[in-house]
């Protein structure tokens, strides 16, 4: 399964990943460490929701590449503490951070596993909800923040998915 078209679908689909995460989640500058924008909970969103929408999954690999193109900055908590502050220690896209990220020999767990993106956490919660019922308790404002990022997402499918612009 790793011929030509295997290449060319996955080009594809990276592809369609970068105007979604441009789209729907480009980049914050505001550097704020939250369970919603750590890497590993953005892939199973983008995961949920891609596959939902548009029939693929995506790997943390995937995304990361992604985000960093989308000039998207990685950052990760610095185990010194500073005056009862921590300090972000920013990873720069130039630097091969992706094999410390998922190599599985990681010699400071610490410094590995909680790697946030400067992205919206309320937006990647709220495309989270997108894939499933909303529960009846849900507030809403709630419940209208989800009707209008689904109906956000099915007009930008309508154009990224056309004749004009295959995936």
């Given at each position: 399964?790793?011929?030509p078209?295997s290449?060319?679908?996955?080009e594809?689909q ?6 979604f995460?441009a ?11 939250n ?10 969103t983008?995961?949920r929701?891609?596959l ?7 790997n ?6 992604a985000?960093q ?8 908590k610095?185990?010194q503490?500073?005056n ?14 992706l094999?410390?990220l ?12 909680y ?9 990647v919660r ?13 507030a809403?404002?709630k ?9 956000r997402l ?14």
């Open positions: 399964m790793n011929g078209h290449t060319q679908l996955h594809a990276m592809r369609l990943l970068r105007r995460i789209t729907f989640l480009p980049p914050q500058d505001k550097f704020h460490r369970l919603a924008n750590e890497i590993n909970y953005v892939t199973t983008l995961n929701v891609l939902h929408h548009f029939g693929f999954r995506v943390k690999e995937m995304v990361t590449e985000l193109d989308n000039k998207c900055i990685l950052f990760t610095n185990d503490a500073n009862r502050k921590y300090q972000r220690r920013i990873v720069p896209s130039e630097q091969n951070f094999g410390t998922f190599s599985t020999e990681k010699t400071d767990v610490q410094e590995t596993v790697v946030h993106a400067d992205i919206d956490a309320g937006t709220t495309l989270r909800l997108t894939t499933i019922p909303i529960p009846e308790n849900t809403p404002d419940r209208l923040q989800v009707k209008e990022l689904l109906h099915k007009e930008w499918k309508k154009i990224e998915i056309s004749p004009e612009n295959p995936v």
